[in-house]
């Protein structure tokens, strides 16, 4: 077992102090116009004094045509670097390392926000129309501009956001990606953007400058088998720092009765990673389960709810090996007490069961 109090280094820049990552965590307290609000800074800035090893930002969009949710965090733009300049300081002031995370939204983005959708493919449901070649490279070309960006100011890397059916996991889809150009069909042509991205922002950002993937197996069309096979190329392709999957219960079976043999967690950590480090996200509440991921072979965790529900959880594991998050629903005053801000707190409360009335 690897102890969750111990460093952990990467291929490329600082090492992390300890096992704890705070998830990407869509929170709707950035401005309209993707600039960061006092509330989302004290949010992010409470995680580091909590312990958190790297404190990740919510998915930052890297278009404006690519938002996927009122007050979502912009990375398109540089009237956005005065802001994000600020954090990545704050952070860093704090002992803990930093990133953006990269996001588009793709067909999933509202029309109320951004008008006509945008992804690889056309989607009825949501009205999104396809992308021409031309703007695919594009979307490739500002993924990585943002990733420049975020180095300028100041961060220590960036998260590429390839799950839960945002844009760059719609390239994945094998059943809707049948795109002609180069960009969609054989499984070479879908994990192509991705590939892409990596290899662009590796090649644009400075040697120390950190690069993670978040990936997801399940859902929105991912097949366990394809997705085990790209994520062990991707960690073997000598370009990433960390692979971030995002397994909705570390624990549970997969839903594909041919790999249900063993819990999801233990598909991933059996893979080669090469250099990269692996973690993992998905019901992780209390100590022992941290305990348990690691045991398993994850290189460390990414917290969501439980660093919702405790600022300074990574502390209060360390001080306690029972330590175990407060059960659900809390009171608003509580969620207000570990820094949440208004928005963020009534966001909790459309979770089912999260929030005291």
Same mark, same amino acid.
């Given at each position: 077992?690897? @102890?969750?109090?111990?460093?952990?280094?990467?291929?490329?820049?600082?090492?992390?102090?300890?096992?704890?990552?705070?998830?990407?965590?869509?929170?709707?307290?950035?401005?309209?116009?993707?600039?960061?609000?006092?509330?989302?800074?004290?949010?992010?800035?409470?995680?580091?004094?909590?312990?958190?090893?790297?404190?990740?930002?919510?998915?930052?969009?890297?278009?404006?045509?690519?938002?996927?949710?009122?007050?979502?965090?912009?990375?398109?733009?540089?009237?956005? =670097?005065?802001?994000?300049?600020? =954090?990545?300081?704050?952070?860093?002031?704090?002992?803990?390392?930093?990133?953006?995370?990269?996001?588009?939204?793709?067909?999933?983005?509202?029309?109320?926000?951004?008008?006509?959708?945008?992804?690889?493919?056309?989607?009825?449901?949501?009205?999104? /129309?396809?992308?021409?070649?031309?703007?695919?490279?594009?979307?490739?070309? @500002?993924?990585?501009?943002?990733?420049?960006?975020?180095?300028?100011?100041?961060?220590?890397?960036?998260?590429?956001?390839?799950?839960?059916?945002?844009?760059?996991?719609?390239?994945?889809?094998? @059943?809707?990606?049948?795109? +002609?150009?180069?960009?969609?069909?054989?499984?070479?042509?879908?994990?192509?953007?991705? /590939?892409?991205?990596?290899?662009?922002?590796?090649?644009?950002?400075?040697?120390?400058?950190?690069?993670?993937?978040?990936?997801?197996?399940?859902?929105?069309?991912?097949?366990?088998?394809?997705?085990?096979?790209?994520?062990?190329?991707?960690?073997?392709?000598?370009?990433?720092?960390?692979?971030?999957?995002?397994?909705?219960?570390?624990?549970?079976?997969?839903?594909?009765? +041919?790999?249900?043999?063993?819990?999801?967690?233990?598909?991933?950590?059996?893979?080669?990673?090469?250099?990269?480090?692996?973690?993992?996200?998905?019901?992780?509440?209390?100590?022992?389960?941290?305990?348990?991921?690691?045991? +398993?072979?994850? @290189?460390?965790?990414?917290?969501?709810?439980?660093?919702?529900?405790?600022?300074?959880?990574?502390?209060?594991?360390?001080?306690?090996?029972?330590?175990?998050?407060?059960?659900?629903?809390?009171?608003?005053?509580?969620?207000?007490?570990?820094?949440?801000?208004?928005?963020?707190?009534?966001?909790?409360?459309?979770?089912?069961?999260?929030?005291?009335?």
């Amino acid at each position: 077992m690897t @102890d969750y109090t111990a460093p952990m280094t990467f291929a490329h820049g600082p090492a992390m102090a300890n096992r704890f990552m705070l998830a990407p965590l869509t929170n709707l307290q950035s401005n309209p116009d993707g600039t960061l609000s006092d509330d989302e800074i004290n949010w992010l800035v409470k995680r580091a004094e909590g312990g958190f090893g790297l404190v990740m930002t919510a998915a930052a969009h890297v278009q404006q045509q690519g938002q996927g949710f009122p007050g979502q965090l912009g990375i398109w733009s540089d009237d956005h =670097l005065p802001g994000l300049t600020r =954090l990545a300081s704050l952070l860093r002031e704090r002992g803990a390392l930093s990133s953006v995370q990269l996001h588009h939204a793709g067909i999933r983005s509202p029309q109320d926000l951004v008008g006509t959708p945008v992804g690889p493919f056309a989607d009825a449901e949501t009205g999104a /129309r396809a992308l021409s070649t031309a703007e695919v490279e594009q979307l490739r070309d @500002d993924f990585i501009a943002a990733a420049v960006r975020a180095e300028r100011a100041g961060f220590d890397g960036v998260e590429i956001h390839g799950a839960h059916g945002y844009v760059l996991a719609q390239f994945l889809d094998g @059943d809707n990606n049948l795109r +002609e150009d180069g960009w969609g069909g054989s499984y070479e042509n879908r994990t192509r953007m991705i /590939r892409e991205v990596v290899a662009g922002v590796r090649a644009a950002t400075g040697p120390q400058f950190q690069v993670g993937l978040r990936l997801s197996p399940e859902r929105f069309n991912i097949k366990l088998a394809e997705a085990k096979r790209f994520a062990e190329e991707m960690m073997t392709g000598g370009s990433l720092d960390y692979l971030d999957m995002s397994l909705w219960d570390c624990f549970k079976l997969p839903n594909e009765a +041919e790999h249900a043999d063993r819990p999801l967690i233990a598909h991933f950590t059996a893979l080669e990673r090469g250099e990269t480090r692996l973690g993992v996200a998905g019901k992780i509440m209390d100590a022992a389960k941290v305990r348990a991921c690691l045991d +398993e072979g994850a @290189d460390f965790v990414l917290l969501g709810r439980g660093a919702i529900l405790h600022h300074d959880f990574p502390a209060r594991a360390k001080a306690d090996a029972d330590f175990a998050s407060v059960p659900n629903p809390v009171t608003r005053a509580h969620l207000r007490a570990e820094g949440l801000g208004p928005g963020f707190v009534e966001y909790m409360a459309t979770w089912k069961g999260f929030v005291e009335g």
